[in-house]
Nanobody
Framework: QVQLVQSGGGLVQAGGSLRLSCAASGRAGSLYIMAWFRQAPGKEREFVAAITRSGGSTYFADSVKGRFTISRDNARNAIYLQANSLKPEDTAVYYC?????????????????WGQGAQVTVSS
């Protein structure tokens, strides 16, 4: 079993930055893809970014490319999302997710493990 614990989030003005963290425990060594998703009120959960175990490959939603970065520290079994140039439309609950396979990495249903979520609110 794997547990994901998130930290970070909060309220920030448009144009500002935030860093989200996610630490995995349990059978964390089996995790190949770790990712971030977000869900705004009344909307479906959407893919934000993902990273492979080696950190050699990263994937981003078009809406955050050039503004967000994802990184991974395997020694700490952790991933991070650095969100820069934040916009009000980035407001959502952000979730860390992890899985063992490599297909359909942008699909929430393909992830077995989820963090507790963290609210990110960007004011205009």
């Amino acid at each position: 079993q794997v547990q994901l614990v998130q930290s970070g989030g909060g309220l920030v003005q448009a144009g500002g930055s935030l860093r989200l963290s996610c630490a995995a425990s349990g059978r964390a060594g089996s995790l190949y893809i770790m990712a971030w998703f977000r869900q705004a009120p009344g909307k479906e959960r959407e893919f934000v970014a993902a990273i492979t175990r080696s950190g050699g490959s990263t994937y981003f939603a078009d809406s955050v490319k050039g503004r967000f970065t994802i990184s991974r520290d395997n020694a700490r079994n952790a991933i991070y999302l650095q969100a820069n140039s934040l916009k009000p439309e980035d407001t959502a609950v952000y979730y860390c997710a992890a899985r063992e396979g490599v297909v359909a990495i942008t699909a929430p249903a393909s992830y077995a493990y989820w963090g507790q979520g963290a609210q990110v609110t960007v004011s205009s």
